[in-house]
């Protein structure tokens, strides 16, 4: 079992700033593949950035060179740090674990971008 516990979010004006994190704990195996999706209202969750342990990142086309996603691997923590926020960004974003057995998902963050 993996347990996500995602912290960070919350309300900010239109080309402000926010980090996320969010912390693993569990049984976390060596090769994995950390990242965060979001879910806007009325649609489907979609693909932010990953970043595997690796260090190989796959970010979303709507925020390359926006959003920056790093992770502390001594302390199985992601990173999302998120620049230049637009109105569209509002969403609930999710942190993600995936390895070769299992994936997880934390419980959302509530994103806010006011115009």
């Known amino acids: 079992q993996v347990q996500l516990v995602e912290s960070g979010g919350g309300l900010v004006q239109a080309g402000g700033s926010l980090r996320l994190s969010c912390a693993a704990s569990g049984t976390i195996l060596r090769l994995n593949v950390m990242g965060w999706y979001r879910q806007a209202r009325g649609k489907q969750r979609e693909l932010v950035a990953t970043?595997?342990?690796?260090?190989?990142?796959n970010y979303a086309d709507s925020v390359k060179g926006r959003f920056t996603i790093s992770r502390d691997n001594a302390k199985n923590t992601v990173f999302l740090q998120m620049t230049s926020l637009k109105p569209e960004d509002t969403a609930v974003y999710y942190c993600?674990?995936?390895?070769?057995?299992?994936?997880?998902w934390g419980q959302g963050t509530q994103v806010t971008v006011s115009s």
């Open positions: 993600n674990y995936l390895d070769r057995v299992m994936e997880y």
């Open positions: 970043l595997n342990s690796g260090g190989i990142t």
